[in-house]
């Protein structure tokens, strides 16, 4: 079938518009059903912008290459002037049986200016044109994101700065390990969210080429200038396979791969505001405007924000899914098949968007509870392994310090007491080598502040991070 998408029958001929989708090779028209199960128009209206501007660019350039007039230049320039008014404006009429954005913004443009508008898809195909538009729309939608991702990581800093010192039980198999600070268990989201925009600016250096002048498949035998169109598009360069131009998305599932990494890291924290929100732990509240009440239990206050964020991490990973399964099996080069990648896309983007926008105002909003997590702290033994290392300081082998202090706790568990709270004498039941100097190490205080390098949750070390993120946010 031939690739040129200028419909034979269009608004501007006046003619049936159920005919418009089809060209003189064809002696039937296909049936509603089909009309509509191939049509993308319904949301790839969303790339109708970015459509405009690809459409200006490859127009300019015929222009410069003398392929068509500077007066058809004029016309498609004030043409498409008036199509961006009337889409904006919500006034733009778009029809399922023109299939998708392009040919709608196309016969439009023919309705409203003429032959100039048939001129304008010479030399170029709907395969890099759509390839081209999905790469301008994304580019500019990771610039946002990044963004969002960079006010993440302040909003998580700011909370971070706020509890230095605020000592949590740390866990491991969600029991109870040593304690840490509540501003180091931040500053480790801060650290994952960084990488995670490191990911979104390095993939847009491979989403930024121009796929244009591609054409349907093998390039096009017009005198085109790529270059020049990929630098008014704002292109790094230009693809340089006319085939891959066209028919790969590995842009995409590489941008919804970093995504997915994105919204698990946001998932894992939401995991944690609702463990600590229930009331059986009571680390932290919510204000009310991230949560809902039960249509039945009057007394609930449910996390329903972070259980969202948490439960759509789902479907963006089911759109990478989506994504990787579309492109294995396809030939070179374009297929239909490629339709199929910009609803996945888009739902990424949403959700990564949605998700990220409310977590900077969330993460600025917990209220922490320092009483109640100082009293988990004292619960679980936490400072067990600190009393061993003060053992080996006083010169035993780690693993008879080791043993020493599990038989310790299994000793003060039987009272329900924790290990600071044990007579020396009973301590030193466990090894001669205990004096009282050893409260200080059976102290959370103590526990963290002794944790002093980088990396460590000493209360210094926090502050030096949270200084280094923002550095590097500025
Ligand atoms: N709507 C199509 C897509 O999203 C545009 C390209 C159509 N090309 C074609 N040869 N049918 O991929």
Redesign the pocket.
């Known amino acids: 079938m031939s690739?040129i998408s200028v419909p034979r029958d269009n608004a501007a001929s006046g003619a049936s518009p159920e005919k418009s989708h089809f060209s003189g090779r064809f002696s039937e028209p296909v049936t509603e059903l089909v009309k509509r199960f191939t049509a993308?128009v319904t949301f790839?209206k969303r790339l109708a912008l970015v459509d405009i501007k690809g459409s200006l660019a490859h127009a300019r350039m015929l222009t410069r290459q003398a392929v068509i007039t500077a007066q058809d230049l004029a016309d498609i320039e004030r043409g498409m002037g008036e199509i961006e008014v009337e889409i904006l404006a919500d006034r733009f009429d778009w029809r399922v049986d023109l299939?998708?954005v392009?040919m709608n913004i196309e016969s439009r443009l023919i309705a409203a200016i003429g032959d100039a508008g048939k001129r304008l898809h010479t030399g170029r195909?709907?395969?890099d044109?759509?390839a081209t538009d999905i790469r301008l729309w994304l580019r500019g939608e990771i610039d946002g994101l990044v963004m969002l991702l960079r006010a993440t990581q302040l909003a998580l800093v700011g909370l971070a700065e706020r509890h230095t010192d605020t000592i949590m039980p740390g866990f491991t198999h969600l029991q109870v390990a040593q304690p840490v600070t509540f501003g180091h268990h931040v500053m480790a989201y801060v650290e994952m969210l960084s990488r995670d925009e490191a990911r979104m600016v390095d993939c847009r250096k491979r989403v930024n080429r121009l796929p244009l002048g591609a054409a349907?498949l093998a390039g096009t035998s017009y005198p085109i200038d790529r270059e020049s169109v990929a630098r008014e598009l704002g292109f790094d360069g230009v693809c340089e396979n006319s085939l891959d131009a066209v028919s790969d998305r590995d842009f995409a599932i590489e941008f919804v791969s970093a995504a997915a990494l994105v919204m698990t890291h946001l998932s894992r924290f939401s995991e944690e505001l609702i463990i600590w929100m229930s009331q059986s732990v009571g680390f932290i509240n919510l204000p009310d405007r991230f949560c809902y009440s039960s249509s039945i239990m009057p007394q609930k206050k449910n996390p329903d924000v972070p259980e969202l964020i948490r439960g759509k991490t789902g479907r963006v990973n089911g759109n990478l899914v989506a994504l990787l399964t579309l492109m294995k099996g396809q030939p070179l080069a374009?297929n239909?098949d490629?339709?199929e990648?910009?609803e996945p896309l888009f739902d990424t983007v949403d959700t990564v968007r949605d998700s990220l926008t409310i977590m900077v105002d969330l993460a600025a909003a917990i209220e922490v509870r320092p009483e109640r997590m100082a009293a988990a702290v004292k619960r679980g033994f936490a400072t067990a392994t600190d009393l061993a290392d003060y053992l080996v300081r006083k010169g035993l082998a780690f693993r008879d310090a080791h043993e020493a202090v599990a038989l310790a706790v299994r000793d003060a568990e039987k009272m329900g007491k924790d290990l600071v709270e044990l007579p020396l004498e009973t301590l030193q039941g466990y090894s001669k080598l205990v004096s009282d100097d050893v409260y200080a190490v059976l102290s959370p205080e103590g526990s963290v502040a002794s944790r002093n390098h980088i990396g460590g949750t000493a209360p210094a070390q926090v502050r030096l991070a949270a200084e280094r993120a923002r550095r590097r946010l500025a």
């Open positions: 690739n993308s790839d299939e998708d392009h195909s709907r395969n044109q759509i349907a374009y239909k490629n339709q990648d910009k």
